[in-house]
């Protein structure tokens, strides 16, 4: 079993208050964990309007598979108009 961690520091372009940044990061959060089945959090800048640290974790049986999965997250939040990914940072336990 391999535990796969992503975590992704994000500006977010159209955010002009905490309630879009919200709104934004919940779409965003929804869309990974409904496509991909993994755990998503914001885990730091929750004060801030125009950042975001999102984390990732999946459950994988090889570490091929939880790095391809976390790929395919990454791209889909790159393709994401509202947010431009800063840092991007993936390990393997």
Same mark, same amino acid.
């Given at each position: 079993m391999v535990i796969g961690l992503c975590t992704v520091e994000?500006?977010?372009l159209e955010s002009?208050?905490?309630k879009d940044k919200r709104?934004? %990061?919940q779409s965003l959060m929804m869309?990974?964990?409904?496509?991909?089945?993994?755990?998503v959090t914001e885990v730091d800048?929750?004060?801030?309007w125009t950042r975001a640290t999102v984390g990732i974790a999946c459950?994988?049986?090889?570490s091929r598979l939880a790095t391809q999965? %976390?790929?395919h997250i990454i791209n889909l939040i790159e393709h994401e108009p509202r947010v431009m990914i800063e840092d991007c940072s993936v390990e393997m336990l």
């Open positions: 994000l500006h977010l002009f208050s905490l709104r934004v %990061l869309r990974i964990r409904n496509r991909y089945n993994v755990s800048h929750q004060n801030d459950v994988c049986t090889t999965t %976390l790929n």
